[in-house]
C-alpha cells in the first residue's frame, strides 16, 4: 500500500532559472574536489592523510574524533593537494586534485548486518546519513527506529531526485534491502506524488505540497514523529543508491546529479559530477553576462552555502543556484515602494499577480528585530510544532522547554521558509544550529 | 537620489564610532534606513534570499489603515465645533481643516516626545531605532480627547514609551500596548480632564478658524456612553451636543462626540478591510473581539435594568458607540501584546470584547470599557499562550509515552 501524504504549509516561490529538461548531462570534468567537514555535523575530522598522498575514490580522508571507524572519503582518484586550516587550527576544507582516472577503493561483499555497519562507515556512506535528534551524522552505536529516504525535493527551482536518478533504481531497491537490516522498524521512500517507483521492501509515501514538504522531518513528522529517546536516520535518494552498491559488494558510484538553476544561469540543466566538485566546472560558462556581483550558492536559495565561484559544490547540496548578490543596490524608500516585489505577505500588490516570476537578490530587505508579527513561522512550518515557542526557548538557551517543544524532531532546513518569510529576518536556520549543537553538548 | 546617496555616504563617518557626532548615531542610522533600504545581504548560510516585507513595511501599512479614521476625526472635530456653536452651514473644507489644525500638534508632541526617546535609548543600547512608535505616536493622539492638554499628551507619552516599552526592552518585549498604556495614565492621572462633557468637543477657534463654544447655552458635548453612564430613569434617549435625536446611522458614520479617531465605524471598518486584505491584523482577534462583544451585549440587553442603563443598548449599538470598534481592529490585535498563538488569538479576542461590554455596562464609573479591557487582554494573554503551548507540550508527552510501551524498537 502506498501512503498519500499532503502539506498544506509552506511556500512555492515562483523564480528565474528553473530546469526544462531534467536528463542529466556529463559536467565538464572537475579538476578537483574539497570536502568541508563542517558539513558533517557531529564529526569531528582527524586526518588520515597528508598534502601530496594518493588517494582514490573511497580512500578515507578523515576519521571522526568520537568513534575512529567512520570516515570521511574521497569520491575521486587523485593527490591530495592541501588540508586547509583556519583559526585555532580548525580544518576548513581538504583539496584533492582528481588524476581523472576514477580508480576506486575495492570493499568487501558484507554478509550479515554488522559488516555492513562497519563497512557503511569505513566507507564513507556513514557520514553521508543523518540523525534525528540533532541532525547530525549517526552515532557510531546508533540504532535507527525508522529510516526515512527521500526521493523528492521541494526547495524552490529543485528537480524531482525521483526523475534525475532514474537509471539507479536497482541499485535503490539493493540499498532499502541493506538498510532494512539495520532497523526493527520501516524503511519510508518518499516520492513526488504521482511517481510509480516502488522499491520493494520500503514503504512508499507519496507526497504533495509545497516547500518544506519534501523534508525527511516534515514527512517523518507526519508519519511518525521523533520523541525523546528515539533515532531515526534520514538520506536521500543518491546516498540510498551507494549504500545498495556497497551491499551487493559493486564498486559505489559516487556520482551525483547537480541541477544548475537560477536566474543568472543562461540554461539550466542537471550535469552529473561528483561531491565537492568546483563550482567552475559545474557552471562552465553557462552565466549570463552581468557586471554585478554574483551569489554562487551551493543549495537553494531557502537553504544553501554562498560558495562563491571559486567555491566547490558542499554536502549535501545537488543543486546549485546563481542569483545576483544585490549588495550594490541602493533602493529609495524601499519600504514605502508601490513595485510588485516578491512577497508572502499581501501588503505588496504582487499578491494580486500569481503568475508573476521573481529573480530576487540576496539582500535580506530590512532590518533585524525581535519577533513582532505572530502566526508567520507556523504557516511555513507543516509539523506539530509551535515553531515561535521553539525558537524563543532556543534563544534563551532553556533546555527543558526545548525538549518539550519537540527539539528532537527539527533540523535547520525545516525552518527554511520560515527564515524567508520572517519580517523580522531572524537567521533561523542559524539559530536551530547553534541550539542542537547546544543541546547535544549539554546532554 | 544619487546625490543624496553620496552626501549620505560623505557625512557618514562622522556618525560612527570615534566621529565628532558618534551621539547622534542611532538618528543618523534611522534617517538612513528610512530613505536607502540597507543594502544588507543574507548570511553565508541559511536562507540565501527573503521576503520583501519588512517591520518598516508592516508599520507603514498600519498607518495607512489608520488614515480613514484620522481623516474622518479632522472632519467630526470641525463638524461638533460647528455644531456646538449653532452653525447651520457645514463647509467640508473648512471643518477639515480646523480638525487638521487641532491635531496637528497633538500628532507633533507625541511624535516628538516618543521618536525622542527611542532615538537616545537606541543610541543608549546601540541598537537599531525601531519603528513601532510610528504607529504608537499616530494612536495616542487617535484615541484621546480632542481637547487633551499637550502637555498632559507629552507626558503620558513619556511614561508610556518608557515604563512601558523601554524597561521591558523596546518593541516586541513589551507587555501592553503602549498607545492604550498612555491613554489609561491619562485617564487615571488627570481624570477631570479626561471625561465629562467638555472634552470631546472643540471649543475655541485655532487660528482664526472655527467658532466659540459656549456651554451656557445647554449645550452637551457628552459622548453617547458618557450620556449612559449618567442616565437617570426614564427612557434612554441620546442625543447629539445640541440636543438633537443621534440615529444609528449617525453613530456609524461617526458624527457623534468622542474621541479624536474612534468615532466611526464606518473609517474603522475601511482600516479593518486594509489590514485583513494585507494579513496584517490577526482575523481571528478582530472576529472573536465582535463576537464576544455582540454576545455579552445581548445577554446584557435580554436582562436590561434601569440600573445599568446601558444594558438598554442593542448588541450592534454596542459596536456603533465609543471605541470598542477601533480597539478591536487596532489595539487588541497588536501583535506583540495579543496572544501568539491561533486558539490563544480567539480567547484572547472573546476576552476582550466581553470584557469591554461588562466594564461599560456593569461598571458606571467607566463610561468605555474598551481600553481597560484590551488591557486586561494583554495581561491575560501570555497566560492563554502558556496553556496552548501546554497543549502542544502534553499532547508531544502523551505520544512519546505511548511509543515507548509499543514496545520493541
Sequence with gaps: MRRQLTIKKGLDLKLRGSVADPTPIKAAATPAVAIVPDDFPGFLPKPEVKAGDAVKAGTPLFRDKNDGRIKLCSPISGTVREIVRGARRHIERIVIDSDGRDEKVAHPHPTNADELRLLLMESGLWAMMRQRPFDIVPASDSHPRDIFVTLTDTAPLAVQPATVLKGRYDSMAAGVKALATLTHGKVYVAVPKGCTLDLEGAEMVEVAGPHPAGNAGVIASHIRPVNKGETIWTLDGATLACIGDLASGKPVDHSVAVAVTGPEITTPAVVTTVPGATMESLINGNLRPTSRPLRVISGNVLTGEDAGIAGYLRWPYRQVTVIADGSDVDEFLGWASPAPKMSLSRTFISWLMPRKVYSPDARINGGRRPMIMSGIYERMLPMDIMPEFLIKAMLSHNIEQMEALGVYEVAPEDFSAAEFADPSKLELQRIVRESLDYLRKEI | ?409
Design chain 2, 1 to 409: 537620489m544619487k546625490a543624496l546617496r553620496n552626501y549620505l555616504n560623505r557625512i557618514k563617518p562622522h556618525f560612527e564610532e570615534g566621529g565628532k557626532l558618534q551621539a547622534f548615531r542611532s538618528v543618523f542610522d534611522g534617517m538612513e534606513t528610512f530613505l536607502f533600504t540597507p543594502s544588507t545581504v543574507a548570511a553565508p548560510s541559511g536562507a540565501q534570499i527573503h521576503d520583501a516585507v519588512d517591520s518598516k513595511r508592516i508599520m507603514i501599512t498600519v498607518v495607512a489603515a489608520l488614515l480613514p479614521c484620522l481623516i474622518f476625526g479632522m472632519y467630526n472635530t470641525g463638524y461638533q465645533n460647528w455644531l456646538a456653536a449653532g452653525a447651520t452651514e457645514f463647509p467640508t473644507f473648512e471643518l477639515l481643516l480646523y480638525g487638521f489644525l487641532a491635531v496637528l500638534p497633538r500628532i507633533a508632541v507625541t511624535y516628538a516626545v516618543g521618536l525622542g526617546i527611542e532615538f537616545v535609548v537606541a543610541q543608549w543600547r546601540r541598537e537599531e531605532i525601531q519603528e513601532g512608535f510610528l504607529v504608537t505616536g499616530i494612536l495616542i493622539p487617535m484615541i484621546c480627547p480632542v481637547e487633551t492638554p499637550l502637555w498632559m499628551l507629552a507626558v503620558a507619552t513619556a511614561f508610556a514609551v518608557i515604563f512601558a516599552k523601554e524597561v521591558f526592552g523596546g518593541t516586541g518585549y513589551n507587555v501592553f500596548n503602549v498607545a492604550l498604556v498612555a491613554r489609561a495614565f491619562l485617564f487615571f492621572s488627570y481624570p477631570a480632564q479626561m471625561s465629562g462633557d467638555r472634552v470631546f468637543v472643540a471649543s475655541e477657534p485655532i487660528l482664526g478658524i472655527g467658532h466659540s463654544v459656549n456651554y451656557a447655552d445647554g449645550i452637551s458635548g457628552a459622548t453617547p456612553l458618557g450620556q449612559i453612564a449618567t442616565h437617570t430613569g426614564g427612557a434612554l434617549r441620546l442625543q447629539s451636543v445640541v440636543g438633537d435625536d443621534l440615529s444609528w446611522w449617525d453613530a456609524f458614520v461617526g458624527l457623534i462626540p468622542g474621541s479624536f479617531g474612534e468615532t466611526s465605524t464606518l473609517c474603522v471598518c475601511i482600516g479593518a478591510a486594509i489590514l485583513l486584505v494585507t494579513g496584517i491584523a490577526s482575523w481571528r482577534i478582530i472576529v472573536s473581539v465582535v463576537a464576544g462583544a455582540l454576545l455579552t451585549g445581548w445577554i446584557a440587553n435580554t436582562f436590561q435594568t434601569s440600573t445599568y442603563p446601558a444594558s438598554f443598548l442593542s448588541p450592534a449599538d454596542q459596536l456603533l458607540y465609543g471605541g470598542l470598534a477601533f480597539a478591536a481592529v487596532f489595539m487588541a490585535t497588536d501583535p506583540v501584546t495579543a496572544a501568539r498563538t491561533n486558539a490563544g488569538k480567539w480567547i484572547f479576542g472573546f476576552i476582550v470584547g466581553a470584557m469591554a461590554v461588562v466594564i461599560r455596562t456593569y461598571n458606571n464609573g467607566y463610561p468605555e470599557g474598551a481600553m481597560l479591557a484590551v488591557l486586561l487582554g494583554n495581561a491575560l494573554a501570555p497566560l492563554i499562550d502558556y496553556c496552548v503551548v501546554q497543549t502542544n507540550i502534553r499532547r508531544r508527552q502523551k505520544r512519546a509515552a505511548l511509543s515507548l510501551k509499543g514496545g520493541d524498537r
